[in-house]
């Protein structure tokens, strides 16, 4: 699979600066650290802040640039608004939001405690208002780019995800209103919407041990690579006339995978949890 840095030319992102809620691990370092190979600067923030120092630390050292560790709960206005302070403080302005931090489960309806459905939609959805809110005045000042990261499971009703469902579907409607309100002053704002990524914390608690990839139209399981490269061009000036657009990395995977007799990925049974 080709790297970004094959695909896109090295430094379309020098003198940017990006800051990532969820960026310390995953789906939303490789993001990260894809805009940090092409040449732009970059905070992240997450609650554990050793291991989010010790994914800074290992991605300034992998691509040569600039990562900031800071830690914030994007659940909480004063956090996030420490961030963006401290992030314009060091860098001078935010030219990048992704909106990352995410937390999920599996839980049929009936085990689904009033608490767990809260602090899902906290951390997806209300984090990512108040990160965007924090941060909407140095958007609007650099004219840039927000990619909120949603998922494709509310898209047909899957088992046993109605709270990251939920929340994730309110992301999904935040980044078309957002589009529409902050457009006029030149910010873009799009969403990514991950199919299954290998070797990832969100796949490995969401499949079952074993699951087969074959079934994915594509032919294989999608890899962080696959949404740097989305991430990548979504930022770029190739995309400058694009916003509003939740953008599905998931080799077609959602088209098929309830469909009776192509499953797809298949969740863990009731009985596993």
């Known amino acids: 699979m080709a790297k970004t840095t094959d695909v896109f030319k090295n430094e379309i992102f020098k003198g940017k600066v990006l800051l990532c809620s969820g960026g310390g691990s995953g789906i939303c370092r490789a993001m990260t650290e894809a805009v940090v190979r092409h040449g732009g600067k970059a905070v992240i923030i997450s609650r554990s802040f050793d291991k989010l120092e010790k ?4 991605m300034s050292e992998a691509t040569g640039g600039e990562v900031i560790p800071i830690q914030a709960d994007v659940r909480k206005p004063a956090d996030v ?6 992030t314009v403080e060091k860098f001078g302005k935010i030219d990048f939001l992704i909106n990352g931090a995410a937390g999920n489960f599996l839980a049929p309806f009936q085990k689904l405690s009033y608490n767990a459905f809260r602090t899902v939609v906290e951390i997806d959805l209300l984090g990512s208002f108040n990160l965007t809110k924090a941060a909407s005045e140095h958007l609007k ?3 840039g780019s927000i990619i909120n ?3 494709t499971l509310h898209y047909t009703g899957s088992p046993y995800q109605q709270h990251a469902g939920a929340a994730k579907a309110g992301i999904d409607a935040l980044t078309k ?3 529409v309100e902050l457009g006029p002053f ?3 704002v799009n969403g990514i919407a991950p199919g299954p990524i290998v070797d990832t914390v969100g796949l490995d608690k969401l499949a079952r041990s074993g699951a087969s990839y074959e079934t994915i139209p ?6 962080v690579t696959d949404i740097a490269q989305s991430t990548v061009f ?3 000036d190739a995309a400058e006339w694009i916003s509003g657009h939740m953008l599905v990395v998931d080799g077609a995977h959602w088209l098929t995978h309830y469909t009776p007799g192509y499953p797809g990925i298949v969740l863990n049974p009731p009985s596993k949890l």
């Open 186 to 188: 030149g910010v873009r």
């Open 218 to 223: 594509l032919g294989r399981a999608g890899s």
């Open 177 to 179: 209103h957002w589009a």
């Open 81 to 86: 608004e420490n961030a963006v302070s401290k």
């Open 55 to 58: 994914a800074a630390k290992e």
């Open 234 to 236: 979504l930022f770029s």
């Open 141 to 143: 000042a650099s004219k």
């Open 149 to 151: 990261v949603s998922m």
